[in-house]
C-alpha cells in the first residue's frame, strides 16, 4: 500500500490520471449522465491532474 500512495505522488501518474479522466467521463456519457456535469467535472479533473502533474517535480533517482 505504502508503493502505492508513493506512486501516486508522481508526476507521471497525475499525467495519466488526467487521461483516464476523460475516459471516465465518455464512459459516464453513455451510461446516461448528464453530458454538460460530466463535462465540467471531467474537464476540471483533467485540468487538476494536469496541473499537478506540471507542477510537482519528479523524484531524483526514482
Known sequence: ?????AR???PS???????LAAIAAQGAV???????V???VGT?????FGLLGVLMPEK???
Open 44 to 48: 476540471a479533473a483533467a485540468g487538476l
Open 38 to 40: 460530466v463535462g465540467a
Open 1 to 5: 500500500m505504502k508503493a502505492f500512495f
Open 13 to 19: 501518474t497525475h499525467a495519466a490520471l488526467a487521461g
Open 60 to 62: 531524483a533517482g526514482a
Open 30 to 36: 453513455s451510461l446516461g449522465a448528464d453530458p454538460h
Open 8 to 10: 501516486l505522488q508522481e
